[in-house]
């Protein structure tokens, strides 16, 4: 099995993850759009769906991570019985994955 790469101090995995979750969308473009049409309320709630599902989400896909030491494929494939359903999370993942990263405009 090939070694995998690892980083150097955990400021730099928190501020690659931390770029990874927001993405460019979120720093560029949400708060041109919402201070051109006056959306104040919006950020507030849009700062609590992004704390309350964000933070929970990333924190579960950083377990199945660590705890698998795997890519997000095969880490259902290792932490969760054949006969449990669990194992179909991965394509939901896999799908969230793609749609983040197809947001940059």
Do not use: D
Not at 44 to 61: K, N, Q, R, T
Not at 74 to 102: C, D, H
């Amino acid at each position: 099995m090939p070694t995998r790469e690892h980083f150097s101090s955990r400021l730099g995995f928190l501020l690659i993850a931390a770029g990874c979750a927001i993405g460019l969308g979120n720093v560029w473009r949400f708060p041109f759009i919402t201070g051109q049409y006056g959306g104040a309320l919006f950020v507030l709630i849009y700062v609590f769906f992004l704390l309350a599902f964000g933070v929970p989400l990333l924190s579960m896909e950083l377990a199945i991570g660590r705890a698998s030491r795997r890519s997000l494929a095969q880490s259902f494939e290792v932490l969760t019985p054949k006969s449990k359903i669990w194992r179909l999370n991965k394509f939901w993942m896999i799908a969230g994955n793609y749609v983040l990263m197809s947001f940059i405009q």
